[in-house]
């Protein structure tokens, strides 16, 4: 294509004149001008390859900084949400409460927390609905496996026992409730660094363990399951990120039971014998690390049809 007929295509979606230096005046979308502005801002990025809004942590910079206010994330979250944000979820707040939560914290990034592959189960169990199509429990979990190995769990939300890579689950029935602290230290760990780097030998794994396996599928009290913590990544993880064993003993010196890592890391969780002493270790943690007492969640919260 020849650089004027190059130039004729492009000249309907740019503006008339050259970037301003001191004062910009003009639209720079005016061909999306008939659109709603997200949708024009959506449509401009397919048509130019560019990304239409800032990353993630760029936004939570501007709310760590006081550019964006929490009170501007609730009144926005009151406005979509309506009448339904006082509804309670599964026990644990409202929904409004519980959207505001995760939108001013957030779950971190490489953090082991399963932060994505919960994202994208929400997808699945919403986007049937609202393309008016219906798909039976056993079909959704086989997308979501192939989406990744942990996206069936997050269907589900109950205790269970992972067997497989992750997609065969057993509920745990009757399972005890549990006083939990999650922290994450300022580190992120890659996925896929700690699956390359951090595991030991095949057979030497705890999932190969079959004693340890059948234990955990029994109606085990809140002791034996502390007891039976461990996580494969830990000791190759704790050995390349330091600040992950260092988080683990400054929760048990804060009096935690039994400590964990979460995944592939960075995250830790640690079990206390009372949410109280949960909060206030939690409280304890100091920045840049990042603590929340959270408490475990049994059933699957109830979610409106439209996934909110």
Known sequence: MSL????????????????????????????????????????????????????EARYRDKLASGRILASDIEALLREQLGVRGEHDVAGLGSRLSLWRAVLLHG?????????????????LRTLP??????????????????????????????????????EILVPVPRFPEMSLVVAVPNVQVSTKWA????LPPI????????????SLRLRLKREPITALLSN?????????FPEVQRLKGELESLGAEATVMSGSGSAVVG????????????????RPDRAYAVRVLRRRPAIGDDGR
Not at 108 to 120: C, E, N, R, T, Y
Not at 203 to 214: E, I, K, P, Q, V
């Open 195 to 198: 699956y390359g780097n951090a």
């Open 203 to 214: 057979g030497t794994l705890t999932s190969r363990d079959a004693a340890t396996t059948r």
């Open 4 to 55: 004027t007929r190059a130039i004729d295509r492009l000249a309907p979606l740019l503006p008339a004149q050259g970037p301003i230096s001191i004062f910009i005046h003009h639209n720079p979308l005016h061909a999306f001008e008939h659109l709603p502005f997200e949708e024009a801002v959506e449509r401009a990025a397919v048509q130019f390859g560019r990304e239409p809004f800032l990353v």
């Open 107 to 123: 779950i971190p990034a490489a953090a082991g927390l399963g932060g994505g592959s919960s994202d994208a189960a929400a997808v």
């Open 232 to 240: 494969d990544f830990q000791a190759g993880v704790t050995a390349a």
């Open 129 to 166: 609905g609202m393309l008016g199509r219906t798909f039976r429990p056993l079909r959704l979990a086989e997308i979501a496996v192939g989406i990744g190995a942990d996206v069936p769990f997050f269907l589900t939300c109950r205790p269970s026992v992972a067997m497989g890579i992750g």
């Open 271 to 286: 079990v206390f014998r009372s949410g109280r002493r949960a909060e206030q270790a939690a409280a304890a943690v100091a």
